[in-house]
């Protein structure tokens, strides 16, 4: 796609975010943001700084610390004519707001029988490492992706995240995305022009012909490295984003485990009862009878989110964790 | 802490058409919960109904002061307020029955009935659910410029849910356009708020900067009286409004809920009916003051009760949706 | 385990649980119910009445609606001596509770270094077809299942109801008990003795060779019914409930399938990104080598509950749908 | 809404003794802080840092009115809370700094510092989300007869939150022995409170039954005394109770807050610092009532100093947790 566009430049995901955010609200005065420390302050992580400039107080609103009210207000705003885009600061605070968004939110449409319309979007951060502990560095996403009536965004690049908000932003339904703390310095090229990435698409981040591993948000990084590094064992590795989660493209989960016969699914949340088990899932009805053995599930281990770094650390996938998975999948260990 | 009924009242400042389609109103609601009773004993309509009879005069009062495109969010116990906002009765009666012909197709029932063509964001089967929806609609009015507002029907249980402060406490930082209706039955099901109410619920609006008024919520008059100033002043760029309405159901939580004796005396509910309906003292009223005779009043049941018998029969004769249409509308 | 007992009466779900529950006030003095209508009311379904004539209004305490309210006074009490029964009327409405069990009950033990603890129970409803809506009718355990630091527990028998609460009552550990409303009223035998049931261990409901159903709460009703159909095909159907889901006892379940080679998994929850997908996942990965097919999910439709009898009936599982995908996969339809 | 440093107050009436420990508590926090900062800003401490540092004479006065084994809840900015509860500097430090010696063997850290035997219930890093916890240990110490009370510290940005609405609402109707102390600094992060708080904060608890008092969070005495007043009330049975101390914090929202002219100004930060330390206030008063004379002050800050390089240093010294222990303690 980045092709088909004219000059690419490098952004990060944060910027890119930002860019998405500015150019839609100029697009369609009735989108507008509301949460915490959004407006002067642009957020903790800085992402949305400046915009309250250019839009104004009304359009980029801060909130008191009420997450369950201003998302129920989002919720209303969006029935009667307005693009709320809500702020949560931490996703680990997603709780608060679950009665809205899965009682309200992803329900209105169908219990009215097609009759309102709830157009809004939730960004949530997700992910660990930054000793921010167990009530701040969760990734609690398999929650909404349960829930019918949501659509779950994943971004993992700044091409991703600028073209998946865009399409959020215009989507009729409620989107949350999860962007990863970890991730807003990434860089990658962001074409000038106006694109936009349909949801139910995965991309595939590196073609391979021995193993597939199927990485969401952060861990695509990580999938990416490791397949790197197995370079060195002659495995060819082919990384697949399912940018998406709900809707999901099964297909193209399933053509790749078919081809590869090997699969490792990544994804940061909780390891147990998580998306990680929807993948696998997905790929181990799909592909049964191409597959050479069973689908490896690497998450973030099952437990609160410790601390102190060597115990963090200890939680969450890394390139090594996965070169080893890779190799014992591969018969080469 | 409300007032009672002004029997002394000389004359309304209301005109005599308005006074009686609002009677109109409130015989249609008690018609309606009537023979959504009987089909619901008679096992024609599914899942639960809890009933408004006996709150009338609040819906009634409320959205007669309320233009046709002000929003309103309701609740479980909403009926009253949908038909009060101007719902086709033969549609609700079909999303009752869980009808193709519902207001939902079928999908919502009782406890869902939403309108866009009347302003109804939608009943509510999560108490306090709507209180987001209903400020975030007065954030749209403002912000469009519409001069809508937004009003907000709730029980007193639903004054159990913080999302309630925090959104009031919203809704004065921006000044929004919306009314706050909180219908005091007394009871949370089958626990008397004394259980579940502590402190001073005005107060308690104060405390977030929205003012209030309490009203005796069966009398008609008082109500839209009321409404219509906490509306006037909301639509006026006034911010949030609080309207504290006493009032009683005359029936079950829900029309299972025969055996009630253990939670409120039959004296209570003896009382209340005969002192406290608020259609028989609006009729009274009525033709004390002339304004409609005995026969006057008999013609408008008459014609309403014609009315909900045809919707029940178009509600009755319609068809259920057929089973493939349960995964169509998840997503617009 | 019924016959090392005593003298076996029949009682239903709803009298085991509340003779549970009494024979539990009455030993520890700490054990408290706390949640709407639990008093006079007995709950809405009657589970808990008679309770407060015995105990009285502060042991069987009725609370204002504030679900997020009673749910973190329940955590703040079990910390301090106290043994609390949060009493959830609809589990639908544990939306509004996820922060406080999410963030608070399950992670306080592992965050103050296993200091505190947290030895509460919360009770909420499941399950679909009571013409309740989209509301009143949501199975949502997979959240909960997600969560490291609690435990879930999803009874199917008047037997293993009183066996399990007991279990759960006395564990030092917050555990949410998961009532499929339709099944108070399923009769069964419930022996006069004392006993508990561990977490962690599976119950085999009925021994098969052909064909294994690993079903939770009413599911395994449902299940056992279907296995009663098959037998007029020559499909002997072994039917397991786990019991509980956290703890899993994934041991049973892997023996069972490698044994039979043809697995459907079912649970009422909505069908993506929930409970069938890690319990596939278990079996699909510890019994690779012996499966014949790739593991069946079935649950309920990935839609909002709706109201209209025809749609609800549609999107749930009955032993006619389960029959004709156990057919399929025994390759016999 | 509250009142100055009273310094035309002739004698106080607490006792030299305890004046004097308020006075070392005050100093241990801010220099525990300071460290805090230290080791913060050389990259020796992971994670986040909020500093208590200019609101210390509210826990220290609140917690000297408290009884060893009473509870106590605290929050992302709990190192003072705790300190003024008894904790081990130690033991604090080493879990700021993810030490396997530290109150949470590293698993916590500076926003989940817990210690049952000071009472301690724990910091918490969601805004307001240990106010149901507070209810609930007061719960339990009216059922179990105990005589404790439980405080429940918060800042201005958790009234927020409707959980506290909700519990306050519990607490009334229960008769619960807690004490909702508000520490009122004027900041949600990066959000003045004039943003996010509307009505009035002693009007909300009011509204839900709990009594509420305002004080000076800047004059460690008024503290304690209104402290001990409502503590003393709990404790007699008198219900849940409300302190609201106004206060400030001295630094940015968390040490890496360090541009702050875009939400506050330095002139306002001066003010504070000069006009309102609670530690100068203090000092200033012990030696000018001469209770004690500034070398005894001077003494007792070396003696806390002291103190507290030897808790850094054993923090710094002690072993980081080995991986292996990442999967325990989750279950007890
Ligand atoms: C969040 C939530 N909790 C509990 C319930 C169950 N419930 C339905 S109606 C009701 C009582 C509501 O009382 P009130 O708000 O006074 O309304 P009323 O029925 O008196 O009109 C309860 C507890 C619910 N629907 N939603
Ligand atoms: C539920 C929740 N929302 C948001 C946050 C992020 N956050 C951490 S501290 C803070 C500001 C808190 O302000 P206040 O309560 O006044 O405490 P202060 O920092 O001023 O002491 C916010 C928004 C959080 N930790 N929890
Ligand atoms: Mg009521
Ligand atoms: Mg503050």
């Given at each position: 796609m980045p092709e088909t566009q004219t000059a690419v430049r490098e952004l990060t995901i944060g910027e890119a975010i930002k860019e998405t955010l500015a150019e839609e609200m100029r697009r369609d005065p009735t989108v507008f943001i509301l949460g915490e420390d959004v407006a002067e302050a642009g957020t903790v992580y800085k992402v949305l700084s400046g915009l309250v400039d250019e839009f104004g107080p009304e359009r980029v609103l801060d909130t008191p610390i009420s997450e369950a009210g201003f998302a129920g207000i989002a919720v209303g705003a969006a029935m009667t004519g307005m693009r709320p885009i809500v702020d949560i600061m931490f996703g680990d605070f997603i709780g608060l707001t679950m009665d809205q968004m899965v009682n309200q939110a992803a329900k209105i449409h169908y219990m009215s029988g097609g009759k309102w319309k709830v157009p809004m979007v939730m960004r949530a951060t997700m992910g660990a490492t930054r000793r921010s502990a167990a009530q701040h560095s969760q990734s609690l996403h398999a929650w909404l992706c349960h829930i019918p009536g949501l659509k779950v965004v994943m971004p993992s690049t700044p091409y991703d995240a600028k073209g998946l908000w865009k399409t959020a932003i215009r989507d009729d339904n409620p989107v949350v995305i999860f962007e990863d703390k970890m991730m807003y310095r990434l860089k990658g090229p962001v074409p000038e022009g106006e694109y936009t990435i349909p949801f139910g698409v995965a991309d595939i981040k590196r073609a391979g012909e021995d193993l597939t591993i199927v990485a969401t948000s952060s861990m695509v990084q990580v999938a990416l490295g490791a397949a790197k590094l197995l370079e060195e064992y002659d495995i060819s590795t082919e990384v697949i984003d399912p940018r998406t989660l709900w809707p999901l493209d099964e297909k193209t989960l399933i053509e790749s485990a078919r081809k590869t016969s090997r699969v490792i699914v990544m994804d940061e949340g909780y390891g147990r009862y998580g998306v990680n088990a929807e993948l696998a899932s997905v790929i181990a009805e799909g592909a049964f009878y191409d597959l050479e053995a069973p689908v490896k599930r690497i998450g973030a281990m099952h437990v609160p989110i410790p601390f102190s770094p060597p115990l963090e650390d200890a939680t969450v996938p890394t390139e090594q964790s996965v070169l080893e998975a890779a190799l014992a999948l591969c018969g080469k260990s | 802490m409300t007032t009672a009924v002004d029997r002394s009242r000389p004359f309304s400042n209301i005109d005599s058409e308005l006074l009686l389609r609002m009677y109109r109103r409130m015989i249609m609601i008690r018609l309606f919960e009537e023979q959504a009773n009987d089909l619901y004993t008679r096992a024609l309509m599914p899942g639960l109904a809890h009933l408004y009879s006996g709150e009338e005069a609040i819906a009634v009062g409320v959205c007669e002061a309320l233009r046709p495109d002000d929003y309103i969010t309701s609740t479980h116990r909403g009926h009253g307020h949908c038909v009060a906002k101007g719902a086709a009765l033969d549609r609700m009666f079909a999303e009752?029955?869980?009808?193709?012909?519902?207001?939902?197709?079928?999908?919502?029932?009782?406890?869902?009935?939403?309108?866009?063509?009347?302003?109804?964001?939608?009943?509510?089967?999560?108490?306090?659910?709507?209180?987001?929806?209903?400020?975030?609609?007065?954030?749209?009015?403002?912000?469009?410029?519409?001069?809508?507002?937004?009003?907000?029907?709730?029980?007193?249980?639903?004054?159990?849910?913080?999302?309630?402060?925090?959104?009031?406490?919203?809704?004065?930082?921006?000044?929004?356009?919306?009314?706050?209706?909180?219908?005091?039955?007394?009871?949370?099901?089958?626990?008397?708020?004394?259980?579940?109410?502590?402190?001073?619920?005005?107060?308690?609006?104060?405390?977030?900067?929205?003012?209030?008024?309490?009203?005796?919520?069966?009398?008609?008059?008082?109500?839209?009286?009321?409404?219509?100033?906490?509306?006037?002043?909301?639509?006026?760029?006034?911010?949030?409004?609080?309207?504290?309405?006493?009032?009683?159901?005359?029936?079950?939580?829900?029309?299972?809920?025969?055996?009630?004796?253990?939670?409120?005396?039959?004296?209570?509910?003896?009382?209340?009916?005969?002192?406290?309906?608020?259609?028989?003292?609006?009729?009274?009223?009525?033709?004390?003051?002339?304004?409609?005779?005995?026969?006057?009043?008999?013609?408008?049941?008459?014609?309403?009760?014609?009315?909900?018998?045809?919707?029940?029969?178009?509600?009755?004769?319609?068809?259920?949706?057929?089973?493939?249409?349960?995964?169509?509308?998840?997503?617009?």
């Open positions: - | 009752l029955l869980g009808k193709e012909a519902g207001y939902c197709k079928g999908k919502g029932g009782s406890m869902h009935i939403a309108d866009p063509d009347t302003g109804n964001l939608g009943a509510n089967a999560i108490v306090g659910g709507s209180m987001g929806i209903a400020t975030g609609a007065a954030l749209s009015a403002k912000r469009l410029g519409t001069g809508q507002v937004a009003v907000c029907f709730f029980g007193d249980g639903a004054l159990g849910q913080g999302l309630l402060y925090e959104v009031m406490n919203m809704a004065t930082l921006w000044k929004l356009p919306v009314i706050y209706v909180c219908e005091n039955n007394l009871y949370n099901e089958y626990t008397h708020n004394s259980e579940t109410i502590a402190g001073d619920i005005l107060t308690r609006a104060k405390g977030f900067g929205v003012p209030g008024e309490s009203v005796d919520g069966q009398d008609v008059q008082a109500v839209y009286n009321t409404a219509k100033k906490l509306i006037d002043s909301a639509r006026a760029g006034g911010g949030p409004q609080f309207l504290l309405c006493s009032t009683y159901r005359f029936t079950g939580h829900h029309v299972g809920d025969i055996k009630r004796d253990y939670y409120r005396s039959k004296e209570e509910e003896q009382h209340w009916k005969t002192e406290r309906d608020p259609i028989t003292l609006f009729s009274d009223w009525l033709a004390a003051e002339k304004i409609a005779d005995r026969e006057k009043l008999n013609q408008i049941d008459a014609d309403v009760r014609a009315e909900i018998e045809k919707a029940v029969a178009f509600a009755m004769e319609s068809p259920y949706p057929s089973a493939d249409k349960a995964d169509q509308d998840i997503y617009a």
